[in-house]
C-alpha cells in the first residue's frame, strides 16, 4: 500500500487512496459481482487467458455483460502492471453489477458495471512454504450451491481461511458428504500409493481451478496416470503425496492434514516435480 | 437520491455523491459484513430493538465486535432519519470486517470496523401490493447453510428475486429438499384450509424473521392456531391463504403461487387482519 500504488477504476488509473466505491456499488451492498486473480511472473501474466475465459463466463452466469474482450482486459492488466512497477505478484480484477439505489433485482438495463483492477507485491515463485510444505485442516464447507461461479460472496471461504489462520496452518480443505470439494483458495489433489493424481471432477460444486487444468496437462504430459472422482477425507489422510494449486500458490505441497503426516510428512516427490513443471510454464509466459 | 440526501459512514454524516468506501473494505471484497433493515412508520422505528438485537447476532457469528450498543445504534438512526427527513421508509445498516489488504484471513486485529446507514423513502403502510395482493414464484434454494446470519452475502437471493421480476411476479420463494425455506428478502407463511398460521421453524436454513416473530405473537394473541413445520411445495399450492413478511413489506398477501390461485384468488381474511394488526403495532412504535 505504498502511495504510489496506482489503482484501475472504472476507466481510470487513480492513486490508492482515491480508490473507492460508491456505498450503492453492488458489489458491496449484494455480492453481486466476479472476480479473477491472475500471477505475475517476471513482469508477465501467468495462465492469462484462461482467467479471462472463465471471468467472461463467471460474468455470463449471473447476467453481468463482460466490459472487456480478452484483449482489452490484458490492455488494462498490463497497463496496470506497467504503473505498479510489478514484477511478481498477482493482478485482481473485480466486475460488479454497478451502482444502483438498493433493490435485490437486478438495476435498470443500461447500469454499467463497476470494474476495479489493481496489484499485490508477491514472492509466488521462491514460495518458502513450498520448500517446507503446507500444513492445513479440513472444514465443513458451507457454501452456496454454485461454486463453479467465481463470484465475490466469499464469506464462507474466508471463514474457512480464518478456521486454517487459528489452527496455525496455511490452507483449509472444505468436506460436504465426506468428501473434499476443494481449498478455501485453491484445488485440493492428492496422489496416492499407486502413483495416481486424484482431483474432485468439475461441477458446480467447486470452481473450475486454471492452475488445477494446467497442472493436469503437465502431470498427463508426465505421464502420471490421473483419476478425476471423489477425495473422501480418510483417503486424502492415506495418500502418498497431497498438494493445492491456486493462481497465487501454483502447487503447493501438503505435508500434514488435519494434524497427521501425509506420506512421510515431506512435500512429495511427484509434487515437487510437478510445482517445476509449472514453474516452467509460468516462466514461459 | 437526492441531493440532500445524508449517508452515515464511520462516524460522519456525508452528502450521498460523497458516500464512497475504498475497494478494499471487507464487505466489497468479500461479502465480508452483516445488514440490517429497520422501517420507519410515522418517522418511528418500527421492531428495531429486535432488529438491533439480530444485527449484534450475526456479527457475533463471524468474529466482528458490533462497534455501538443498541442505544448507539438508535442514535445513529434517529439522527439519521432527521437529516434525511424521513416520515416512511427504511433505514439500511450496514457493518464489514473493515479495510485491509486483500486476503481471505481476517485482517489485523484493531482494524476498525466499516459502518454505512443510509434512508429509502418508500410507501411501506399503504403499499398498493397489499391492496391486490402478490403473485410469487418458487426457485431452488441455492444459499450457504448458514442463512441464520443476515450477511451481504446475498447474490442467490438477488438471482431468485430477479428470476421472480422475469416471472412478472414480486417474490420467489426458495424452496430446498422439496420444502420452503423462505423468500428472496421475506419469511413464508401459509394458513391451512383449517385456519393453522403455518411457518418453517427456525434453524441455520433461514433468517430468524424480526416481522415473523411479531406475526407469530399477533397470531396468537389473535387466538390463531400457529405450527412450525416444514411447508412443502405442494401444501403451500393447496392452501387457503399465504403471505410473507419483511421489515419492509411487513405482511403481504400472497395470490397466486407459480401461476396457482391460492384460496379465491384474493388477499385472505386471516391475512388481511394481521396485516392490520401488525400495522397497529408498527404505528404505536
Sequence with gaps: MTSSRIVYLNGDFVP?????????????????????????????????????????????????????????????????????????????????????????????????????????????????????????ITVEDLRWKRRDIKSVALLAQVLAKQQAVEAGVSEAWMVEDGAVTEGSSSTAFIITREGTVVTRPLSTALLPGITRASVLRLAAEADLRIEERLIPVEMAYEAAEAFYTSASSFVMPVIQIDGRPIGDGQPGRHTRRLRELYLDLARAG
Design 16 to 136: 490508492f487512496a482515491e480508490a473507492k466505491v460508491p456505498v450503492m456499488d453492488r458489489g458491496y451492498l449484494f455480492a453481486d459481482g466476479i472476480y479473477e486473480v491472475s500471477a505475475v511472473l517476471g513482469g508477465r501474466l501467468v495462465d492469462n487467458a484462461a482467467h479471462l475465459a472463465r471471468l467472461d463466463r463467471s460474468l455470463g452466469e449471473i447476467g453481468i455483460a463482460n466490459p472487456h474482450d480478452a484483449a482489452g482486459w490484458e490492455r488494462l492488466q498490463m497497463e496496470l502492471v506497467r504503473r505498479n512497477d510489478l514484477v511478481e505478484g498477482l493482478v485482481y480484477m473485480q466486475v460488479t453489477r454497478g451502482v444502483a439505489e438498493r433493490d435485490f433485482a437486478f438495476p435498470p438495463a443500461g447500469t454499467a458495471p463497476g470494474v476495479v483492477m489493481f496489484t499485490q507485491a508477491k514472492t509466488v515463485a521462491a514460495n518458502p512454504l513450498a520448500e517446507k510444505g503446507a500444513r492445513i
